[in-house]
């Protein structure tokens, strides 16, 4: 059977409409015929911080609520579940809060639950992987349905964060870490794909109401996408909401890795697409701004050190609060009233600006890396008119 995703359009998280696309989604792909009575379903959304609903950060509340109560209704014991890379600290359950999940579940028979909580277990992988194990979430390993509910993001080490880079949050936060130091683009998105491997979730529902661009994972800024997409194939899902969304077929390496894999398809021609079409949801949307000097090709390779994008404190914003310290894998940062960062052994995984709860860490782009990323994009923008 072909991979299947289904794409319904949907302009905001207002109810009842949201409700109605959620349910057509999940119906469309045969959601139905993995979720029964009593199952144990776990719904995992991206809540990469504490960030409330209108930042786009995090998957929006109403779209987990529609899912929770589609689950509820199949008579399924729901838990909603994540570890906020932040959490490494001890606030998670402000997560919780501020990124409206308390609020939008509070009435519902659904616990809401810290992955750690559960602790995790080591689960080894094979030889056509980059990692030899993953140490993995227990709550996610022994839940009878996982319902993965990425948020449609530019991401600034993967280019895009979606289904598969969404499960990375089930690995537990010191390996997730020592994940970040492989530092470059394919090494990191190939060990993304080993992650997804180890539990590959039965669903997929792609929040792409409104997605980021621009500066992603957490500093991008919100734009209308307007639409929903679900399946049970989530290499599929990302490759058909990277085509909506303007990236070029192959060049996210999760989905190429994750289909390199075989955990899922990745070529539009095999992928059957059904409801809304092409031309009535695509939305080209801008891409990260920070781009890992390997992907800018030889040029940027000749000149190494002089293309730079490095994270700074902003003083001004910086509360002190350790955050950044706390997620550095590398170990870089200290926090004397305000963080410093020592940037010798950088490697601009940029975790650090992810976990900030006050975005006090920006990007800070050497003049020549500037240059660099304009020509990239000028070259990009010629090739795609060509091909018009
Ligand atoms: S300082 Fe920030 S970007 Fe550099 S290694 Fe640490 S977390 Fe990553
Ligand atoms: S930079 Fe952000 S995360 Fe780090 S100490 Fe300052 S406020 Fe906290």
Redesign the pocket.
């Known amino acids: 059977m072909p991979a299947r995703v289904h794409v319904v359009s949907c302009q905001d998280y207002g109810q009842p409409a949201l409700r109605e696309a959620v349910w057509e989604a999940l119906e469309s792909v045969g959601a139905g015929e993995c979720v029964g009575a009593a199952s144990k379903v776990l719904l995992k959304p991206n809540l990469i911080n504490s960030m409330p609903p209108e930042r786009a950060v995090c998957t929006h509340p109403a779209v987990v609520r529609a899912v929770a109560e589609w689950a509820l209704q199949r008579g399924a014991q729901v838990v909603v579940a994540d570890q906020p890379g932040y959490a490494l600290t001890d606030d998670a359950q402000a997560c919780f809060r501020d990124t409206g999940l308390v609020g939008a579940l509070g009435d519902l028979p659904v616990e809401l639950r810290l992955l750690a909580r559960g602790g995790y277990e080591t689960v080894a992988l094979g030889p056509h992987h980059r990692l030899a194990e993953v140490i993995f979430a227990n709550d996610v390993l022994a839940a009878d349905v996982v319902v993965n509910l990425p948020k449609a993001k530019t991401h600034s080490q993967t280019l895009f964060s979606g289904a598969v880079k969404n499960m990375f949050g089930a690995i537990a936060p010191k390996q997730r870490l020592a994940i970040?130091l492989l530092g470059r683009f394919w090494a990191l998105s190939e060990a993304i794909a080993d992650c997804y491997s180890a539990r590959v979730p039965e669903l997929h529902l792609m929040d792409a109401v409104v997605a980021m661009e621009g500066l992603g994972p957490t500093q991008g800024r919100p734009v209308q996408t307007g639409f929903l997409a679900a399946s049970s194939d989530g290499v599929a899902l990302d490759a058909v909401t990277e085509d909506l969304l303007g990236f070029e077929p192959g060049a996210v390496a999760t989905t190429v890795a994750a289909a390199g894999l075989e955990l899922g398809e990745r070529d539009l021609e095999s992928i059957e697409v059904t409801g809304a079409s092409r031309s009535a949801v695509r939305r080209v949307i801008q891409q990260s701004p920070v781009v890992r000097a390997d992907l800018m090709g030889p040029l940027v390779r000749l000149v190494g050190s002089l293309v730079r994008a490095?994270?700074k404190v902003r003083v001004d914003l910086c509360r002190g609060c350790g955050a950044?310290a706390g997620?550095?894998?590398?170990g870089?940062?200290s926090v004397d009233r305000v963080a410093r960062?020592a940037?010798e052994?950088?490697?601009?995984?940029?975790?650090?600006?992810e976990?900030c709860p006050y975005d006090a860490?920006v990007v800070q782009r050497s003049p020549l890396y500037q240059t660099a990323w304009a020509v990239k994009r000028w070259l990009d923008r010629r090739a795609a008119a060509k091909e018009r």
């Open positions: 970040h490095r994270p950044c997620i550095c894998p590398a870089l940062i960062i940037h052994t950088c490697v601009e995984c940029f975790c650090c600006l976990a860490i």
